[in-house]
């Protein structure tokens, strides 16, 4: 299982912004569909970052984003209450997570969205000047997966709370394993 599902909470939409939160889970795109029960016992990783050192570091901040976690639920800004993480210290225990369960030239990294996420997060690890868990080439995305499976709406019975990293990237691995069973990808035909 080399395959690592993403999801960062942020303060701006470009690569640039600040993190609030990264959320990552190891999981293996081609097992059967697991329920939440299961997908809570993957190994995961959750980070609640240090915002006003991003800034510090020319990380970026948006009006609009801003006000769009204005509008969210209680329990999803309850992350900005949460004890906050200096940076560096915190993308070395996530590349140490990442290095426990890949090798760095061989791990897929799944974001939702092909130049959200991935792209956010090693822009966050260029500004500390430290070297990307994975490689860009690695780089996998969840929409494109569900286009393929023609877009189906999904519902999972989840204790999520939308907008935390961690649930998110939990939730996006049960869409990944749920897509690729309707597309009827097998590990022999990746």
Partial sequence: MENVMLDLETLDIKSSAVVVAIGAVIFDPYAEEQNWKDVVKLPNFYSVLELDEQIAAGRTVTGDTVRWWMKQGAQARRVFQDKMESVEPAM??????????????????????????????ESLFHTYERKFVGEYWNFRDLRTL????????????????????????????MAAQTYRSIIGIRPEDA
């Fill in 92 to 121: 070395i225990a996530m590349e140490n997570w990442v290095r426990k369960f890949t090798h760095r030239s061989n791990a897929k990294i799944w974001g939702n969205g092909s130049s959200f996420d991935c792209v956010i997060l």
């Fill in 146 to 173: 569900k286009e393929d499976a023609g877009s189906p709406r999904l519902e999972f019975e989840t204790t999520a709370v939308a907008h935390n990293a961690l649930d998110d990237a939990r939730v996006q691995v």
